[in-house]
């Protein structure tokens, strides 16, 4: 299940939750003959799908979203939306969840204290090239830019929305943030002193392969949350409980 895309997951957890919650109401009004009215099965629907998602480590915004699916699917029926709110409302998402499905890795964000936690790892009163690779809305170099004058901040994000998003708050914050839109695999990480992902457990084989081949020594390698199955990291950072809130920070060997 931890293999599989986070939407597929997700679809899958809502269909146990209905069949959890379905069989629950029927056994109730088998065993006290009360027949309990939509909206209480909808909660019930969407409270299962919540705890499951926790239990399998989703990130936290799903568990607000699972319990939301039903009500929506039914307001959508209801409504009778025309077909092209359907097609804006999917263009919307290939937008912002692009290729996704092939590289695994989608759209959720890091916060403020995996940011200060990288602070450290930046070299302070000398240049230096940073590159957060997936760099969504562009936060972490947001974070970033103002506390080293002397670095140079960049970002390459394969969505066009988050891509795009990032780009225009830059413009209209003076940052001089560089947003590319570009996939990572087409980099050369040889050009940075501070690479940093987060990404997800299915991209990091390929981007380890990368780094090693590409990055100088003694720059460093950042993961969020995601280890590399490799040597043990230099700096593990715990964030909060859990794997998912670790920083771990690899310095490149001189001998590749
Ligand atoms: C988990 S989000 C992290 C966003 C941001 N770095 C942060 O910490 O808040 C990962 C991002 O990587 C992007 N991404 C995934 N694969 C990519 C690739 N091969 N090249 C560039 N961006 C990619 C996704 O579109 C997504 O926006």
């Known amino acids: 299940m931890h293999r599989l895309p986070v939407s597929l997951q997700s679809l899958l957890i809502q269909c146990a939750a209905f069949v959890l919650a379905a069989l629950l109401f029927w056994g109730l009004a088998r065993v006290v003959d009360i027949a309990v009215p939509l909206p209480g099965f909808v909660l019930v629907q969407g409270g299962l799908a919540a705890a499951l998602s926790r239990r399998l480590g989703q990130p936290a915004w799903w568990w607000v979203l699972h319990p939301a699916f039903l009500p929506a699917a039914w307001l959508a029926l209801h409504l009778a939306l025309p077909p092209w709110a359907y097609l804006a409302a999917f263009v919307l998402l290939l937008l912002f969840f692009w290729s996704s499905f092939r590289t695994r890795v989608p759209l959720y964000l890091s916060d403020r204290k995996a940011w200060q936690a990288l602070i450290p790892l930046l070299p302070a009163g000398r ?3 940073f590159i957060d690779l997936g760099s969504g809305l562009g936060d972490v170099l947001f974070y970033l830019e103002p506390c080293f004058p002397l670095g140079r901040f960049e ?23 560089i947003f590319l839109r570009r996939d990572y695999a087409t980099l050369d990480l040889g050009d940075y002193d501070v690479v940093f992902a987060f990404l997800s457990p299915a991209a990091m084989p390929a981007l380890w392969a990368q780094a090693q081949a590409q990055m100088r020594a003694g720059t460093w390698f950042v993961s969020l949350s995601f280890k590399v199955a490799g040597p043990p990291p230099e700096r593990t950072i715990a964030l909060a409980d859990g794997a998912r809130h670790t920083l771990f920070a690899w310095h490149m060997p001189a001998t590749k």
């Open 155 to 177: 970002g390459t994000e394969i969505a066009p929305a988050p891509w795009l998003i990032s780009r225009l708050r830059a413009a209209w914050r003076g940052s001089g943030a």
């Open 127 to 129: 240049p230096f090239r």
